[in-house]
């Protein structure tokens, strides 16, 4: 079983839909509420021509120490990606908030992180936008 973690804390994943694999996508599947997973090596630009037609993508992150996922996030974002963004993986609690500033809405993480890492200490990271080096850099 996996936890989603939003601004809001842990919540059950309320997506029942299949998540594809990205050569389903590129050979031309569709349907209402497509999911694709992606892996930390996959390249963005190849989506860049349906992306309007994918409503949520699961970025892979194999270990705590492997941030390719958050530049996969980023590029998506700048792509014109703007539906469902998940990472889902070995993700701590103080990734959470690098996560949502490289365009991820959420964190999937298995219930043994959950355990170790607890709801609070998740939360305690969800003012994400109030709390930024560069932020403090601007004022």
Do not use: C, K
Not at 7 to 23: H, K, N, Q, T, Y
Not at 72 to 80: C, D, E, F, K, Q
Not at 91 to 111: K, N, T, W
Request: avoid cysteine; charge should be negative.
């Amino acid at each position: 079983m996996t936890i989603l973690v939003t601004d809001s804390g842990f919540v059950s994943d309320d997506w029942r839909d299949a998540i594809l694999a990205p050569e389903a996508i590129l050979a031309g599947a569709g349907g209402a509420n497509l999911g694709v997973a992606l892996s930390s090596s996959a390249d963005p630009a190849l989506f860049r021509g349906v992306l309007d037609t994918i409503d949520l993508i699961r970025v892979d992150f194999p270990s705590f120490s492997d941030g390719r996922g958050f530049t996969i996030a980023r590029r998506l974002r700048l792509l014109g990606y703007h539906g469902r963004l998940r990472a889902s993986g070995r993700l701590l609690a103080d990734q959470y908030a690098m996560a949502r500033r490289a365009g991820f809405d959420e964190v999937e993480i298995p219930d043994d992180m959950a355990a170790r890492q607890t709801e609070d200490q998740w939360l305690a990271r969800a003012n994400w936008r109030e709390h930024d080096y560069q932020r403090r850099l601007r004022a």
